[in-house]
């Protein structure tokens, strides 16, 4: 790519008056420059050669002659002394791109050079933003970037990505997906439906769709911070899941050997809505989040289905030992009391996000409790057992 900017026409006047100075250096000096251009990878400016003078390499002094004047032309001497040709300061510096390197497979094609531009039915990967376009009449499936540097797609109208395998959308390094406003963005996978490792930015001001019928081990899974902003609103789809450390719907990871969790940030006006199909349960998430925007589960804020929440256990609590336990409701606070004898079955408490449990009830089991046949999914035996999510809390006061 070339590129002239007027500011390098000036450099007409300092070389020429740099030229009888470069003539008693003793050797030239290699100088790298890096600039940002487009949205990736790193650029190298190659400059002219080095200035050189055949009595130099002969060991000879070169006469000094009197600098021009600033504004004269250069002065191109070619007496016995040897030609010194000044190049052209005003003549455009090649930029050298490094943007993105790996390869691109998209629907039946594999292994495009990043490097290089491709184009397809719905579809436009510019080597030099890269970026990859997509249109309305998009007709391939998953899209995934083998990479080690940040890409963008970009989706322009109502644009659906839809593959049966994990990470639909699959990137190795930083992606930015930007949803053009008015426009929506349809990812769908039998699995993760999309895959990153790096971070992740969805912008733009559209809507991004996510639907996954198997969550493991999320809906969108990021090795990296999540940053959800520009307006954008993004819908996660699916099914309530059953309780697991490796499952969520939207997952930052940093180091998954160590455990380390990133950031999920909902941010300038976005929204972020989690819709399953069926009620009771809250969001599962793995990561700190940050909300300066919107988060809704089934169309309700979080207040309202933390509430929800609070509410069902309480239900659940009633109902175990024939009613002798009472569970009473205070915002998102469950405290239980009660007294019950010869209990034959265990309780367990899964409690959700957000939700506390303040425990005031005693619970005393049958003899030889031990020998029932009870199937403990946690081991066991165990009497209570109480499992707590992220955020949540169980208070033992009394019992």
């Known amino acids: 790519m070339l590129i002239q900017s007027k500011p390098f026409r000036y450099l007409a006047v300092i070389l020429a008056a740099a030229v009888c100075l470069a003539a008693f250096l003793p050797q030239t000096a290699e100088v790298a420059f890096a600039e940002d251009v487009g949205t990736s990878g790193e650029t190298s400016i190659n400059y002219p050669p080095p200035l050189t003078d055949p009595e130099l390499e002969s060991g000879v002094d070169s006469p000094v002659e009197p600098a021009n004047d600033v504004g004269a032309e250069p002065a191109n001497d070619e007496s016995e002394t040897g030609a010194l040709d000044v190049p052209d300061a005003t003549a455009p510096l090649e930029i050298v791109s490094t943007a993105a390197a790996g390869t691109l497979e998209i629907g039946a094609e594999s292994g495009l050079d990043l490097a290089s531009n491709h184009s397809g039915t719905g579809w436009t990967w510019t080597a030099a933003t890269a970026t990859l376009a997509l249109g309305a009449d998009y007709t391939e499936e998953a899209v995934r970037f083998r990479n080690n540097a940040p890409v963008t797609i970009s989706a322009t109208g109502e644009v659906a990505v839809e593959s049966d395998s994990y990470g639909t959308i699959w990137s190795e390094g930083a992606l930015t997906l930007t949803v053009t406003g008015g426009g929506t963005l349809n990812v769908t996978g039998s699995e993760g439906a999309i895959y990153v490792e790096g971070a992740l930015t969805v912008t733009g001001g559209g809507t991004l769709n996510v639907t996954a019928d198997n969550y493991y081990p999320a809906a969108i899974n990021v090795n990296g911070n999540i940053t959800f902003t520009g307006s954008t609103v993004v ?14 719907h939207l997952r930052s990871m940093l180091d998954e050997s160590a455990y380390t969790v990133g950031t999920i940030t909902v941010d300038g006006g976005s929204v972020l809505n989690i819709v399953y199909l069926s009620e009771y349960w809250t969001m599962d998430l793995i990561g700190n989040l940050v909300n300066n925007g919107t988060i809704t589960y089934n169309g309700k804020t979080s207040e309202e289905i933390l509430v929800e929440q609070a509410n069902y256990l309480a239900n659940e609590i009633r109902a175990a030992y024939d009613g002798e336990l009472t569970a009473e409701v205070e915002g998102t606070t469950v405290t239980v009391t009660g007294t019950v004898v010869d209990a034959d079955e265990p309780l367990e408490l899964n409690i959700p996000p957000g939700v506390e449990v303040v425990w005031k009830a005693s619970l005393t089991s049958v003899e030889n409790y031990s020998d029932n046949p009870f199937y403990y ?10 499992l707590v999510s992220d955020n949540a809390a169980f208070t033992l006061a009394s019992g």
């Open 377 to 386: 999914p946690y081991g066991g035996p165990y009497l209570l057992f109480v």
């Open 235 to 248: 819908n996660i789809y699916g099914a309530p899941l059953w309780y697991s450390p490796d499952l969520s």
